[in-house]
T-cell receptor, first 112, second 112 residues
Framework: DSGVTQTPKHLITATGQRVTLRCSPR?????VYWYQQSLDQGLQFLIQ???????AKGNILERFSAQQFPDLHSELNLSSLELGDSALYFC???????????FGEGSWLTVV | EDQVTQSPEALRLQEGESSSLNCSYT??????LFWYRQDPGKGPEFLFT???AGEEKEKERLKATLTKKESFLHITAPKPEDSATYLC?????????????FGKGTTLSVSS
């Protein structure tokens, strides 16, 4: 158990809908990262937050957004969903720069 | 151009048959190179971090090494429970944030 908690574990929704994925980082970790993993693309970095502030952006679509709250939990919002958004979405956390990054068990999103 | 390339994509070994996985990277400045293990449908599990050429780290049957252009994950006398996908990732000095850039992984199958 990495200590990073993600909910829901599985989610099935229709095209055009909006979903929110939730992440609780390890106790004391200030950085939260979101990754998308699909069969053909591997693990793709989406976005990083550090202590409530956006720190870095990766390949995140404009239909996707994220935030980190004062209690350090984070949410990833996915809107106008398309079939191609079906993937495993991981949250990860670290204490700060140069520290080990620990991953949660992921949220399986299926768009039908 | 991929910054992190792993080879081979898949590797089948007999129990006890030692081998190595390769991770080559092209970044302007390496802050750290990370190895993770991922089981199907699970989150990546941290194995090692290497920071400078010549560094080596070991854990049970696994040993990771680093040069200026690549890293190797040596597996000595593997067992079936070592079957998993092994992911290599880099963290660059000149980047916003501290996210990891992943390779696509090597899927290892060890048969008894």
């Amino acid at each position: 158990d990495s200590g990073v908690t993600q909910t829901p574990k599985h989610l099935i929704t229709a095209t055009g809908q909006r979903v929110t994925l939730r992440c609780s980082p390890r106790s004391g970790d200030l950085s939260v990262y979101w990754y998308q993993q699909s069969l053909d693309q591997g693990l793709q970095f989406l976005i990083q937050y550090y202590n409530g502030e956006e720190r870095a952006k990766g390949n995140i679509l404009e239909r996707f957004s994220a935030q980190q709250f004062p209690d350090l939990h984070s949410e990833l919002n996915l809107s106008s969903l398309e079939l191609g958004d079906s993937a495993l979405y991981f949250c990860a956390s670290s204490a700060g720069s140069g520290n080990t990054i620990y991953f949660g068990e992921g949220s399986w999103l299926t768009v039908v | 151009e991929d910054q992190v390339t792993q080879s081979p994509e898949a590797l089948r070994l007999q129990e006890g048959e030692s081998s190595s996985l390769n991770c080559s990277y092209t970044v302007s400045g390496l802050r750290g190179l990370f190895w993770y293990r991922q089981d199907p449908g699970k989150g990546p599990e941290f194995l090692f971090t290497l920071y400078s050429a010549g560094e080596e780290k070991e854990k049970e049957r696994l040993k990771a090494t680093l040069t200026k252009k690549e890293s190797f994950l040596h597996i000595t006398a593997p067992k079936p429970e070592d079957s998993a996908t092994y992911l290599c990732a880099v963290q660059e000095v000149e980047q916003a944030g501290t996210a990891l850039i992943f390779g696509k992984g090597t899927t290892l199958s060890v048969s008894s």
